[in-house]
């Protein structure tokens, strides 16, 4: 059985595939129209049903000025006689023209027009003016989105070829997550995400789950715990090539703004555009730690930060060591995030044992210069622990260097102080809150 979703275009409402052959062909008949509009085709049989998108384009043909190629005439395409203005001429001249079938295929050896420009010595005979089709054949169907200014998905159209499309999807985000995904149908769907901002479930609005999806760790869809639904989005910052379903999308890639993703490679298709002063692999995700760092521009992996977005915390305070090979130091003072949203400073004590060629005693003041990170943590609670650095003692001045493991990259804290002795001693430090 066939069926047409435009009345515009009618269908037979069967058709026979003779036997021995997997195919057979229909003729699909459309009535005049003056603009594009797309049309869904539907074949079922045995109870599966079928689905292929059509486009109806009206087709203008443009008449040329013999000499030198400039417009002379647009005309609609038909199989009647119409008529024209010129658009250079006397404005009550008129031209009756004739077009035939053979045009459809790009001809214009069959063709028939009559009648002179009166007073215009410099017009050819309208016997020889060239003709050629002004619209082009429709290419494949392409949805339109819309985003805001963060680059978050806020709208998808419906998948067609007109450029007038109809919006189907609408995305509501909080705080950087998707909450709400709206068709087009005014069905709302509740969005639940896990800490980095991938959804994980989507319900209706009768608490049922809609849909539902197991990750691997790069973000490929391992598993769908419900029937496959449009709901493109995936680890921050990437839409699905969905077009229209599949739970990895059509092609498995996934548009990462400046980039494409592809979540079985765990890898992008293109090296970074930020090149080597941004990674080392120009193709790696998220430095290799997909389930702590984001990356939802395709350029700068960031850590999905709730208090402290930039990850970075600076320090001061006032401390002490002591040592000869072995040794401890002890510092008391406050962390302060970077551009965060932290209300207060997180006083904590720090407390270390040196080990290395080192003989030093003093004190002094102790914080961490602009720009360097003297921690790497998302939130206050994360910088409580053990870890562990070097310390650079040329006399009065010492400086801590450390690792951040969220974030990559670097640790600084200068010392400068009163004291004596010097050298170099691995440490061991824990932090608590104080």
């Known amino acids: 059985m066939l069926a047409s979703t435009n009345a515009a275009v009618t ?25 594009s509009i797309s049309v869904n085709i539907t074949a079922t049989y045995g109870g599966v049903t079928q689905y292929a998108a059509l486009i109806v384009v009206p087709y203008t043909v443009e008449l040329r000025k013999h000499k030198d190629g400039r417009p002379l005439l647009l005309a609609s395409l038909g199989w009647e006689k119409h008529v024209g203005n010129l658009l250079s001429g006397p404005p009550d001249w008129e031209l009756t023209h004739t077009l035939r079938p053979g045009w459809l295929a790009g001809s214009v050896e069959d063709r028939e027009a009559t009648g002179v420009v009166p007073g215009y010595s410099d017009w050819e005979s309208v016997e020889s003016i060239e003709a050629a089709l002004a619209a082009s054949p429709p290419g494949p169907p392409k949805r339109n989105l819309i985003y805001s200014p963060e680059m978050n998905l806020l709208a998808e159209s419906e998948l067609t070829w007109p450029r007038e499309k109809a919006i189907l999807y609408e995305y509501i985000w909080f705080n950087g997550h998707p909450v709400t995904q709206i068709d087009g149908t005014a069905v709302t769907h509740w969005t639940f995400t896990d800490h980095l901002g991938t959804p994980l479930i989507q319900t209706t609005a009768s608490q049922a789950i809609w849909w539902r999806a197991e990750y691997e760790p790069y973000g490929q869809v391992w598993t769908l715990r419900t029937a496959d639904q449009h709901q493109p989005l995936r680890l921050p910052g990437q839409e699905a090539e969905q077009f229209n379903l599949g739970q990895n999308g059509a092609t498995e890639r996934s548009y990462n703004v400046f980039r494409w993703y592809r979540s079985s490679w765990g890898r992008y298709t293109q090296p970074d555009p930020l090149g080597l002063d941004n990674a080392i692999d120009l193709y790696s995700y998220s430095t290799d730690r997909p389930t702590i760092i984001i990356d939802p521009f395709g350029l700068r992996p960031c850590t999905a930060c709730d208090q402290c977005p930039s990850g970075k915390w600076s320090y001061q305070g006032l401390g002490g060591s002591i040592g000869f090979i072995f040794g401890g130091s002890f510092s008391i003072g406050y962390f302060t995030c970077d551009r965060g949203l932290v209300p207060q400073d997180v006083p904590v004590t720090i407390t270390c044992r040196l080990k290395g060629p080192i003989a030093t005693i003093g004190g002094g003041v102790e914080f961490s210069i602009p720009g360097v990170p003297a921690a790497c943590a998302c939130n206050a609670g994360e910088l409580y622990g053990t870890f562990e650095g070097e310390l650079f003692s040329p006399g009065p001045v010492s400086a801590s260097v450390g690792s951040c493991s969220q974030t990559g990259g670097g640790t600084l804290t200068i010392g400068v102080g009163r004291g004596a002795g010097g050298g170099i001693a691995h440490t061991t430090c824990t932090v608590r809150p104080r």
Do not use: H, K, L, N
Not at 14 to 29: E, I
């Open 11 to 35: 269908v037979p409402m069967s058709v026979t595939v003779p036997q021995g052959s997997a195919s057979a062909t229909f003729t699909a008949t459309t009535s005049v129209v003056t603009s």
